[in-house]
T-cell receptor, first 114, second 111 residues
Framework: EPEVTQTPSHQVTQMGQEVILRCVPI?????FYWYRQILGQKVEFLVS????????KSEIFDDQFSVERPDGSNFTLKIRSTKLEDSAMYFC????????????FGQGTRLTVV | SQQGEEDPQALSIQEGENATMNCSYK?????LQWYRQNSGRGLVHLIL?????REKHSGRLRVTLDTSKKSSSLLITASRAADTASYFC???????????FGKGMKLTVNP
């Protein structure tokens, strides 16, 4: 069964460093998303991406964050100048045709900022 | 309550029993999705129910949707220890690109 894959599964970084989280969405899906879940809290929407551009973003997704689809398969989330409060599980998701269809999530990348 | 709020927040049952989880939401929706998350792991998609559907089945799962009450329920029949996980409902916001998740409900199935 097709699945969304994310790498790495766990990343530890120093405060102030930049990190890139990687995702390979399901191949025939057109919409891509990033969400995050701070430990013990709700899953929160960060950004959606369609047709090579951001289609919607949340208040959390400020200038510190950026997304890119560098090639036909990868979808990345870059976090610049990481802060302690960026520590969370980051999930990538994809849908075939926006949210009228099922959103499938990856296993997540646990980011720990120290 | 907030959009996509599950109830109860925690449930502990014996293997073989049924587990029912409820979700309430506030705004109009196009669909509602249920997810399972094992501790510290990814979100596994369980089922999507559209706003024009009232009930949907998938294996041991039964989901209902009452748009007049803005609520949904997830029933897991004949539960197994492997069903132990957190369960989330998530709603779209009608025209928005985001899913809004509830806080989740922790289900423990004791062998």
């Amino acid at each position: 069964e097709p699945e969304v894959t994310q790498t790495p599964s766990h990343q530890v970084t120093q405060m102030g460093q930049e990190v890139i989280l990687r995702c390979v969405p399901i191949s025939n899906h057109l919409y891509f998303y990033w969400y995050r879940q701070i430990l013990g809290q709700k899953v929160e929407f960060l950004v959606s991406f369609y047709n090579n551009e951001i289609s919607e973003k949340s208040e959390i997704f400020d200038d510190q964050f950026s997304v890119e689809r560098p090639d036909g398969s990868n979808f990345t989330l870059k976090i610049r100048s990481t802060k302690l409060e960026d520590s969370a599980m980051y999930f990538c998701a994809s849908t075939e045709q926006d949210l009228r269809t099922e959103a499938f999530f990856g296993q997540g990348t646990r980011l720990t900022v120290v | 309550s907030q959009q996509g709020e599950e109830d109860p927040q925690a449930l502990s049952i014996q293997e073989g029993e049924n587990a029912t989880m409820n979700c309430s939401y506030k705004t109009s929706i196009n669909n509602l999705q249920w997810y399972r998350q094992n501790s510290g792991r990814g979100l596994v998609h369980l089922i999507l129910i559209r706003s024009n559907e009232r009930e949907k089945h998938s294996g041991r799962l039964r989901v209902t949707l009452d748009t007049s009450k803005k609520s949904s329920s997830l029933l897991i029949t004949a539960s197994r220890a492997a069903d132990t996980a957190s369960y989330f409902c998530a709603t779209d916001q009608g025209g928005s690109e985001k899913l809004v998740f509830g806080k989740g409900m922790k289900l423990t199935v004791n062998p």
